[in-house]
Protein backbone atom coordinates (compact mmCIF):
# COMPACT_ATOMS: atom_id res chain seq x y z
CA UNK A 1 0.00 0.00 0.00
CA UNK A 2 1.55 3.18 -0.87
CA UNK A 3 1.94 6.13 1.67
CA UNK A 4 0.54 9.23 0.88
CA UNK A 5 3.32 12.05 0.93
CA UNK A 6 2.41 13.71 4.31
CA UNK A 7 2.74 10.20 5.86
CA UNK A 8 5.76 9.31 4.44
CA UNK A 9 7.28 12.67 5.79
CA UNK A 10 5.63 12.05 9.31
CA UNK A 11 7.54 8.58 9.26
CA UNK A 12 11.13 9.87 8.27
CA UNK A 13 10.82 12.60 10.77
CA UNK A 14 9.82 10.09 13.50
CA UNK A 15 12.68 7.79 12.34
CA UNK A 16 15.18 10.91 12.51
CA UNK A 17 13.82 11.80 15.86
CA UNK A 18 13.82 8.22 17.26
CA UNK A 19 17.70 7.93 15.58
CA UNK A 20 18.77 11.03 17.40
CA UNK A 21 16.77 10.75 20.73
CA UNK A 22 18.90 9.68 24.19
CA UNK A 23 18.38 5.84 24.37
CA UNK A 24 19.09 5.08 21.05
CA UNK A 25 22.70 7.33 20.93
CA UNK A 26 23.66 5.68 24.59
CA UNK A 27 22.73 2.16 23.07
CA UNK A 28 24.73 2.83 20.07
CA UNK A 29 27.78 4.18 21.77
CA UNK A 30 27.61 1.25 24.85
CA UNK A 31 27.42 -1.31 21.27
CA UNK A 32 30.09 0.41 20.06
CA UNK A 33 32.22 0.97 22.80
CA UNK A 34 31.83 -2.85 23.59
CA UNK A 35 32.69 -4.02 19.90
CA UNK A 36 36.12 -2.12 20.43
CA UNK A 37 37.34 -4.11 22.85
CA UNK A 38 38.38 -7.30 21.75
CA UNK A 39 38.34 -9.02 25.06
CA UNK A 40 34.68 -8.03 26.07
CA UNK A 41 33.96 -9.38 22.33
CA UNK A 42 35.77 -12.86 22.34
CA UNK A 43 34.11 -13.16 26.02
CA UNK A 44 30.66 -12.66 25.03
CA UNK A 45 30.94 -14.36 21.67
CA UNK A 46 32.88 -17.34 23.81
CA UNK A 47 29.73 -17.59 26.62
CA UNK A 48 27.01 -17.12 23.70
CA UNK A 49 29.04 -20.47 21.71
CA UNK A 50 29.12 -22.40 25.25
CA UNK A 51 25.29 -21.47 25.59
CA UNK A 52 24.44 -22.49 22.67
CA UNK A 53 25.90 -25.97 22.23
CA UNK A 54 25.52 -26.70 26.07
CA UNK A 55 21.28 -25.93 25.47
CA UNK A 56 21.41 -27.70 22.18
CA UNK A 57 23.12 -30.82 23.58
CA UNK A 58 20.49 -30.91 26.52
CA UNK A 59 17.64 -30.45 24.41
CA UNK A 60 19.07 -33.76 22.49
CA UNK A 61 19.06 -35.70 26.03
CA UNK A 62 23.03 -36.15 26.34
CA UNK A 63 23.77 -35.51 29.99
CA UNK A 64 26.12 -32.90 30.27
CA UNK A 65 29.48 -33.30 32.16
CA UNK A 66 29.92 -31.01 35.10
CA UNK A 67 32.86 -29.04 34.38
CA UNK A 68 31.33 -27.77 31.24
CA UNK A 69 28.08 -26.59 32.94
CA UNK A 70 30.76 -25.13 36.03
CA UNK A 71 32.19 -23.63 32.85
CA UNK A 72 29.60 -22.00 31.70
CA UNK A 73 28.86 -20.90 35.65
CA UNK A 74 31.92 -18.92 35.43
CA UNK A 75 31.75 -17.33 31.98
CA UNK A 76 28.46 -16.17 33.01
CA UNK A 77 29.56 -14.86 36.12
CA UNK A 78 31.95 -12.58 34.19
CA UNK A 79 29.20 -11.44 31.24
CA UNK A 80 27.35 -10.26 33.83
CA UNK A 81 30.20 -8.66 35.46
CA UNK A 82 32.26 -7.11 33.01
CA UNK A 83 31.82 -3.26 32.65
CA UNK A 84 31.39 -2.69 28.65
CA UNK A 85 28.86 -5.77 28.54
CA UNK A 86 26.94 -4.33 31.50
CA UNK A 87 26.85 -0.35 30.46
CA UNK A 88 25.16 -2.44 26.95
CA UNK A 89 22.74 -4.36 28.31
CA UNK A 90 21.70 -1.29 30.71
CA UNK A 91 21.51 0.62 27.61
CA UNK A 92 19.68 -1.67 25.52
CA UNK A 93 16.85 -1.87 28.65
CA UNK A 94 16.69 1.98 28.69
CA UNK A 95 15.93 1.60 24.99
CA UNK A 96 13.52 -1.03 24.99
CA UNK A 97 11.55 0.43 27.64
CA UNK A 98 12.00 3.88 25.14
CA UNK A 99 10.68 2.37 21.98
CA UNK A 100 7.83 1.01 24.24
CA UNK A 101 7.00 4.27 25.51
CA UNK A 102 7.08 5.42 21.76
CA UNK A 103 4.27 2.35 20.86
CA UNK A 104 2.30 3.62 23.49
CA UNK A 105 2.17 7.11 22.93
CA UNK A 106 1.44 6.48 18.84
CA UNK A 107 -1.36 4.41 19.57
CA UNK A 108 -3.10 6.90 21.56
CA UNK A 109 -2.78 9.49 18.57
CA UNK A 110 -3.78 6.48 16.39
CA UNK A 111 -6.60 5.39 18.78
CA UNK A 112 -5.70 1.60 18.00
CA UNK A 113 -2.86 -0.42 19.45
CA UNK A 114 -0.01 0.45 17.17
CA UNK A 115 1.73 -2.95 18.30
CA UNK A 116 -0.82 -4.69 16.47
CA UNK A 117 -0.76 -2.76 13.73
CA UNK A 118 2.20 -3.07 13.18
CA UNK A 119 2.45 -6.71 13.34
CA UNK A 120 -0.15 -6.93 10.86
CA UNK A 121 2.17 -4.93 8.14
Keep these: MPLSEELQRACEVLGRTLAESRPVREYLEAQARLEADPEARALEEEFRQLYQD ?11 PREEVDRFYRLRNQVEVHPLIVERDVALGELKQYFADVAFQLSALLGADYTVLARRA
Aim: no cysteine.
Design 54 to 64: LLTRQQAGEEL
